[in-house]
């Protein structure tokens, strides 16, 4: 695989890695169970002994706690996703809860290789997105895919670079 990713920084193949940043998810962890005690602490007091006012406290501690364990769930998920480049191939390697999956993209399975307009407001300085969109007959594929059903190659400052990547992954692929 080391190889691989060689051949990637010598071309205009994009050099995917994401992860979830420990700092991010040890403060997720933290914003949870603050969400989690907080409400607990200070309105606990409403909820016992019960009252009329019990069932106004339980839906704000109840919502307050599920908010909580959203938070908590994503600062353990230890999200990652990692591209790799066979020949005439891409793997993408994904790892959530402790598992890892592999996603092979291929000419069977991809029916284009496109260059967006980023509609994320926090992609101001990279607005140009490059996309690789799979085939409709693999609808298991659009699912494991990430968000709007296309998996994500990166953003990038520039139009014209934008291009050429999207023509080196087109390359690649043999499209």
């Known amino acids: 695989m080391a190889h691989d990713d060689i051949d990637a920084l010598d071309s205009d193949l994009p050099l995917v890695r994401r992860a979830f940043p420990w700092p991010v998810r040890v403060g997720c962890v933290a914003a949870g ?5 907080m409400p607990l602490w200070e309105l ?8 009329i006012a019990t069932p106004v406290f339980a839906v704000i501690v109840g919502g307050a ?19 790799t480049y066979a020949p005439h191939t891409i793997v993408v390697q994904r790892r959530a809860w402790g598992r890892s999956t592999s996603t092979r993209l291929s000419t069977t399975n991809v029916a284009a290789v496109e260059v967006r307009r980023s509609q994320d407001s926090d992609h101001d300085e990279a607005p140009w997105q490059v996309v690789i969109v799979p085939r409709p007959t693999f609808s298991g594929l659009a699912a494991t895919a990430g968000p709007g059903g296309v998996f994500d ?15 080196a992954l087109h390359e690649h692929l043999g499209l």
């Open 33 to 37: 169970a603050f969400a989690i005690v």
């Open 44 to 51: 606990g007091r409403g909820l016992w002994p019960p009252s």
């Open 65 to 83: 706690g599920y908010v909580g364990v959203q938070f908590i769930r994503a600062g353990l998920s230890s999200w990652g996703d990692t591209w």
């Open 153 to 167: 190659a990166g953003c990038y400052g520039s139009q014209a670079y934008a291009e050429r990547v999207r023509r």
